[in-house]
Nanobody, 127 residues
Framework: QVQLVESGGGLVQAGGSLRLSCAAS????????VGWFRQAPGKEREFVVD????????YYADSVKGRFTISRDNAKNTVYLQMNSLLPEDTAVYYC????????????????????WGQGTQVTVSS
């Protein structure tokens, strides 16, 4: 079992930045692929970005490409999402998800791929 806890959300003005963290406990995190998803009010949860077990492969949704950066520190069992140039449409609850999966690829965009989910952290971007 892996437990995931997101943190770092908050209220920020448009154009600002936030860094989200996804901390894992329970098992060694380095063998897990991790994805970030988000759900805005009244909308379905959508894929944002994922990173493979080593951190060498990443895949971004077009809506965040060039603004968001995912990274991981396996020694700290933590994945980060640096969000820059935030827009009001980035407002959502952000979730991290994980699956034990040791391959050199990324782009796993479907929720059903992931086995473990965090509780989410709210990001609100004001205009």
């Amino acid at each position: 079992q892996v437990q995931l806890v997101e943190s770092g959300g908050g209220l920020v003005q448009a154009g600002g930045s936030l860094r989200l963290s996804c901390a894992a406990s329970g098992r060694t995190f380095r063998n897990y692929a991790v994805g970030w998803f988000r759900q805005a009010p009244g909308k379905e949860r959508e894929f944002v970005v994922d990173i493979n077990w080593s951190g060498m492969k990443t895949y971004y949704a077009d809506s965040v490409k060039g603004r968001f950066t995912i990274s991981r520190d396996n020694a700290k069992n933590t994945v980060y999402l640096q969000m820059n140039s935030l827009l009001p449409e980035d407002t959502a609850v952000y979730y991290c998800a994980a699956k034990r999966f040791v391959v050199n690829s990324a782009g796993y965009q479907t929720e059903s791929f992931y086995d473990y989910w965090g509780q989410g952290t709210q990001v609100t971007v004001s205009s």
